[in-house]
């Protein structure tokens, strides 16, 4: 575990074991000349293997499945409609020690509580102390598990000064305990009130609720007390967000609403805490899950509701491997596990609109903004032709420069990491390329270097350039750093902050940042798309976007789609607090349609989009999938996919385009090359993909060459 091999494996029952082996239980088996984990997928009576070659399992690891039979249930269709190996979708449903071969975790945990003695303690008790004070304060609300006190900074040495004092004792912890509301839930407005209904009243069965609410419409509200109502009934809520590190807020919301374990799982937590939140989860125990992407495979003894918040976000599309849309697998989970699911966003994608449009969603607007707030109002900045400093017009300049002097907050929105894009010759057009990419290495002034965004080469910065030997390099392309050095200098009187994958390193850089902003002091941010996600930066009034045009250019296939929900999020995020806020955005194509429509609802660019997919073929219209291939030489990777395009029947109802090269056709000095498939249904993709998978299986190539496969492809093609 985990196998690429797309096929499974007869063994006999480990020795001793007759009967007690379940489907979901894990075994060893010799394998080869190893022995690996396995997963029991079923138990048959006969096997197609001549009984002297069929080999016994080692050791039956689990008495009871570890899978519960929806899980199972999901991840066969996972690996099923997107066409991978099972052997490598198996591994998401169980834990990182599940998955190394050892047994689950326990569920009772060693806690510790407050002995009569330690009740009797006046606040503030022991004064001398300060740590074991604030501990003794901590359990008066009722016991806790040790590992969770450490985690929170409680030494060992604390608690044993406590217990050696006869103030604390050890106890063991199975948390029952009825799940409850800490805080009231905030009066709903009528729109907020008509969408939960609708939700609640759905419970039990399966249906999907595309929640469409402007930002800062209370779609959050909506969440927290439709999973109120699924606590009540004593299931469990799945909650999944794009990208729990960067939105903390969120998290602390559920966590501040709900007197019942509410558990965070993200790429940020090490092994331990994943095993543990595994075990609640798969127990019951745990009441709200929150988790990124593959939380979405995570087993649950009850589940009640799944959420999908920001439903529309990228994050939630796996992009190597086992490649998989969280949102897509979600929908599917609630129909297994036959519940409700709500997909939120300001900004749904043109797939979730369209199938509203059809009523196979239930669709519920929040029009306008909850509590305090009104909506910005998006302008464009005609640029063409203008002289710019470091991206930006002297129009928008006076109005960052108006901003600033009431005493707002600005964002400064630009989606490039770095210097400038890229470092050219003056003299003879030398430019700076990766050596290993068909990309330029972008230049950075803080550490100085040339990076490659897309392989992490660096190298040092040219004095002179390495053609010609001419000292006149200029960087072309302002990125981040740019803007920022410039707008330091010009309102030197103001913090400017740059928000990007370089500054905002460490757990705490965006909690530190919101805690800086909440204040409400002028501040000049710059950042990139880090800023367009769910934050909540209400002091700020004035944002800039200062480069449409890369999207609305861009060959990916979803770029209209993308800026337009780029540019009502970062426009979400102002004005918050009732000072209205004004999004401008600067572009060289005032004209195109994208950009007239800004003064409008997102929604209403949404059939036109959509119009043009349909032309195109591309989806939701119809189906699509991809074989990519990733090889050494160009020659052998296009080969390989002519080869298995060409050992197929012609398939009727779908075309096979390629082999093409990738939109960046070499990256880490790789080729990458690709088929796709586009096909009238869903049924008509499975049968060709199948075809094709299978003659890629039969195909010889070289270990320098391999491929795989996406179905529902995000990236460009
Ligand atoms: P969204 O998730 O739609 O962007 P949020 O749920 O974050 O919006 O809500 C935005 C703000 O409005 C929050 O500060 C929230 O506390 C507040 N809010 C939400 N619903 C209500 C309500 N019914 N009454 C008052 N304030 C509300
Ligand atoms: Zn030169
Ligand atoms: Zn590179």
């Not at 003879?428 to 897309?454: E, F, Q, R, V, Y």
């Not at 798309?529 to 769910?534: A, C, H, P």
């Not at 074989?627 to 012609?650: H, K, M, V, W």
Request: charged content about 20%.
């Amino acid at each position: 575990m985990p196998s690429p091999l797309r096929r499974a494996f007869d063994y006999l029952p480990p020795e001793g074991c007759h009967g007690a082996a379940k489907p979901g239980a894990r075994v060893t088996v010799p394998f080869g000349k190893r022995s690996v984990t396995a997963v029991i997928l079923s138990i048959r009576s006969e096997s197609p293997v001549a009984p002297a070659k069929l080999k016994a399992a080692t050791a039956l690891l689990d008495e009871q499945p570890l899978y519960t039979e929806k899980q199972r249930a999901l991840l066969d269709w996972a690996a099923d409609y997107y066409q991978h190996p099972l052997g490598e979708v198996l591994p998401l449903g169980l834990s990182p020690r599940e998955r190394r071969g050892q047994p689950e975790r326990a569920l009772t945990e060693t806690g510790i509580r407050l002995t009569a003695r330690g009740q009797g303690l006046p606040d503030g008790a022991p004064h001398r102390a300060p740590k074991q004070a604030a501990l003794v304060s901590r359990l008066k609300l009722g016991p806790l598990p040790v590992t969770e006190l450490k985690a929170e900074g409680f030494s060992s040495a604390v608690i044993k000064a406590l217990k050696d004092h006869a103030l604390v004792e050890d106890c063991e912890l199975t948390t029952e305990g009825a799940w409850q509301t800490r805080s009231p839930p905030l009066p709903a407005n009528p729109e907020q009130q008509a969408a939960i209904d609708k939700i609640v009243a759905s419970a039990g069965a399966f249906s999907v609720h595309l929640l469409y609410g402007v930002t800062g419409s209370g779609k959050t509200e909506v969440y927290l007390q439709s999973v109120a109502d699924c606590l009540n009934r004593g299931r469990q809520a799945l909650v999944l967000l794009p990208e729990i590190a960067l939105t903390p807020q969120t998290l602390a919301r559920f966590e501040a609403r709900f007197e019942a374990p509410v558990i965070a799982l993200h790429s940020g937590m090490g092994d331990a805490e994943r095993d543990r939140a595994w075990t609640s989860a798969r127990r019951g125990r745990a009441a709200v899950i929150l988790g990124t992407r593959s939380s979405v495979f995570v087993p649950l003894l009850s589940p009640g509701l799944i959420i999908v918040d920001e439903e529309h976000d990228a994050a939630y599309v796996q992009q190597d491997g086992f490649r998989y849309s969280a949102r897509d697998v979600a929908i599917k989970r609630a129909q297994l596990e036959q519940c409700p699911v709500v997909l939120g966003s300001a900004t749904p994608s043109l797939e979730s609109w369209h199938n509203a449009e059809l009523g196979r969603f239930q669709r519920h607007s929040l029009t306008q903004r909850a509590g305090a707030g009104t909506l910005p109002t998006l302008r464009q900045i005609d640029i063409s032709g203008l002289e710019l400093s470091a991206g930006l017009s002297p129009e928008l300049l006076h109005k960052i420069e108006a901003a600033l002097g009431r005493r707002h907050q600005v964002l400064v929105f630009l989606n490039r990491r770095g210097f400038a894009n890229a470092l050219l010759c003056h003299d003879c057009g030398w430019s700076s390329d990766c050596a290993d990419c068909d990309a330029h290495m972008t230049l950075h002034k803080t550490p100085p270097g040339l990076h490659c965004h897309h392989c992490g080469r660096r190298s040092a910065l040219p004095r002179q350039c390495p053609r010609c030997q001419s000292r006149r390099l200029v960087g072309t392309g302002v990125g981040t750093q740019q803007t920022e050095t410039f707008l330091a200098e010009r309102f030197a009187d103001f913090p400017v902050i740059r928000v990007d994958s370089d500054t905002m390193t460490g757990r705490q850089a965006m909690p530190d940042l919101i805690e800086q902003l909440a204040g409400g002091e002028p501040v000049l941010m710059i950042g990139t798309q880090m800023l367009s996600k769910g934050h909540h930066f209400p002091h700020v009034t004035l944002v800039a976007v200062v480069d449409a045009d890369a999207l609305l250019f861009s060959p990916d296939f979803r770029g209209e789609e993308r800026l337009l929900q780029l540019l009502t999020q970062v426009g979400g995020r102002a004005g918050r607090d009732g000072t209205p806020g004004e999004v401008l955005i600067q572009t060289r194509h005032p004209d195109h349609p994208l950009m007239q429509h800004l003064d409008q609802p997102y929604h209403t660019a949404l059939p036109a989009l959509l119009n043009h997919r349909i032309q195109a073929g591309l989806p939701p219209h119809g189906a699509l999938g991809v074989i990519r291939c990733d090889s050494q030489d160009r020659q052998e990777g296009l080969g390989f996919l002519s080869q298995i395009r060409n050992s197929i029947a012609a398939p009727r109802g779908a075309q096979i385009i390629g082999p093409l090269s990738a939109a960046m056709a070499r990256r880490k000095n790789r080729y990458r090359s690709q088929l796709v498939i586009s096909a009238g249904s869903r049924s008509m993709l499975a049968k060709v993909m199948t075809d094709l998978i299978t003659a890629a299986e039969a195909a010889r190539h070289s270990h320098r060459l391999s491929w795989s496969v996406d179905i529902d492809p995000y990236e460009s093609l």
